[in-house]
T-cell receptor, first 113, second 114 residues
């Protein structure tokens, strides 16, 4: 099973709201990733967790707060977002760091109003 | 700076044609090269992973090659079908043994006409 699941599929939130995106995998992968993808652009890396510890933060604004509660779960907490943060948020995981194939979830379509 | 370029940006072919998508990367110190397919509004589906020590990988009608020294990869699609219509992304994989950092190209949007 190479499935990465993400919830919710769609999210609409106001600029003062607090919401969370969730990602789950059961492949035993120890690296998990958050990407942001704007329309007609490739995904851009936001965060990487390795063995449940944050290893890469690509200078993402603090209104995005990642969390890795355990080896199967990855959350992205959202607060005080801007309309330009509207995008498709993708989660991925890999089994052997840079040597392993990355598997992506279906994404959460976020709209900030 | 690590950059990945894909040519062409868009491609339209009649059904049954064989076609080649091109990908080039500036930093040859890659771990892997990974090809993905993305349908509109959907996530990425991994098609092929080529390890840096490999020259090519095959899966069904797909064949991907890698020339690390020249910084190039190609994705060959044989006997194209309308269901192949999608955006194809290549990603050069950097990082470490614990984490992989993907640098994506801009993608090639393929349309296969019946």
């Amino acid at each position: 099973d190479t499935e990465v699941t993400q919830t919710p599929k769609h999210l609409v939130m106001g600029m003062t709201n607090k919401k969370s995106l969730k990602c789950e995998q059961h492949m035993g992968h120890r690296a998990m990733y958050w990407y942001k993808q704007k329309a007609k652009k490739p995904p851009e890396l936001m965060f990487v967790y390795s063995y449940e510890k944050l290893s890469i933060n690509e200078s993402v604004p603090s209104r995005f707060s990642p969390e890795c509660p355990n080896s199967s779960l990855l959350n992205l907490h959202l607060h005080a977002l801007q309309p330009e943060d509207s995008a498709l948020y993708l989660c991925a995981s890999s089994g052997h760091g840079a040597y392993g194939e990355q598997y992506f979830g279906p994404g959460t379509r976020l709209t900030v109003t | 700076k690590q950059e990945v370029t894909q040519i062409p940006a868009a491609l339209s072919v009649p059904e049954g044609e064989n076609l080649v998508l091109n990908c080039s990367f500036t930093d040859s110190a890659i771990y892997n090269l990974q090809w993905f397919r993305q349908d509109p509004g959907k996530g990425l589906t991994s098609l092929l992973l080529i390890q840096s020590s490999q020259r090519e990988q095959t899966s069904g009608r797909l064949n991907a090659s890698l020339d690390k020294s020249s910084g190039r990869s190609t994705l060959y699609i044989a006997a194209s079908q309308p269901g192949d219509s999608a955006t194809y992304l290549c990603a050069a994989v950097y990082g470490s043994s614990n984490t992989g950092k993907l640098i994506f190209g801009q993608g090639t949007t393929l349309q296969v006409k019946p």
